[in-house]
């Protein structure tokens, strides 16, 4: 069964730059729609990117777009999360999850395979 564990998370100030990790085991991650979730202390878990698995391409939630970049290594049976110019806002838990559709989106119920999460925090 597919596992996926998140890291990279940590401490940053604003406008500094994180890159998490999503690697996998039981699996090839390059069969799946892999996406990037984060939950903020009392929010609701958002999607913010994801990447499809027949042709790579990506979707960015808005309040990351220009800012975030998602990337598959296949070699390294792993998903990247580039996190540049980070907010305050972007404070959270960010969790990878994987879905079995052959498109990239946002929404949560259509990803069945979660890690257990890594935290990021942005100092003001």
């Known amino acids: 069964q597919l596992q996926l564990v998140e890291s990279g998370g940590g401490l940053v100030q604003f406008g500094g730059s994180l890159r998490l990790s999503c690697a996998a085991s039981?699996?090839?991650?390059?069969?799946?729609?892999i996406g990037w979730f984060r939950q903020a202390p009392g929010k609701e878990r958002e999607g913010i990117s994801c990447?499809?698995?027949?042709?790579?391409?990506?979707n960015d939630a808005d309040s990351v777009k220009g800012r975030f970049t998602i990337s598959r290594d296949n070699a390294e049976n792993t998903v990247h999360l580039q996190m540049n110019n980070l907010k305050p806002e972007d404070t959270g838990v960010y969790y990878c999850?994987?879905?079995?559709?052959?498109?990239?989106?946002?929404?949560?119920?259509?990803?069945?395979?979660w890690g257990q999460g890594t935290q990021v925090t942005v100092s003001s």
């Open positions: 039981g699996g090839g991650l390059r069969y799946y729609t």
């Open positions: 999850a994987a879905s079995g559709l052959r498109q990239c989106v946002l929404a949560r119920l259509h990803y069945d395979n």
């Open positions: 990447i499809s698995a027949p042709d790579g391409s990506t």
